[in-house]
């Protein structure tokens, strides 16, 4: 399998998951409090959202990339 034909697969997949899911969410800072052996955490979630278009055109380019691995 070469290496274009990988890559069209993977932007097919990132695309449809980018559709699905419509972003992913992250942990940004954590806060940590420590009293003896007692423990508090707090983190701070951030979510980005991927555009439509973004999802769209990963999926385009991947396909892309897979006819062409075909000549």
């Known amino acids: ?3 274009r034909k990988i890559l069209g697969v993977l932007l097919i ?3 449809v998951l980018a559709l699905v899911y419509g972003g992913f969410s992250f942990t ?6 420590a ?3 007692a423990e508090l ?3 701070e979630k951030e979510r980005v959202q991927l555009p439509t278009w973004a999802g769209v055109a990963a999926i ?3 396909a892309g ?7």
Do not use: S
């Open 1 to 3: 399998m070469g290496v």
């Open 13 to 15: 997949a990132g695309g």
């Open 28 to 33: 940004k800072k954590v806060h940590k409090l």
């Open 35 to 37: 009293v003896g052996v």
């Open 41 to 43: 955490k707090y983190g």
């Open 60 to 62: 385009v380019v991947g």
């Open 65 to 71: 990339l897979l006819v062409i691995g075909r000549k």
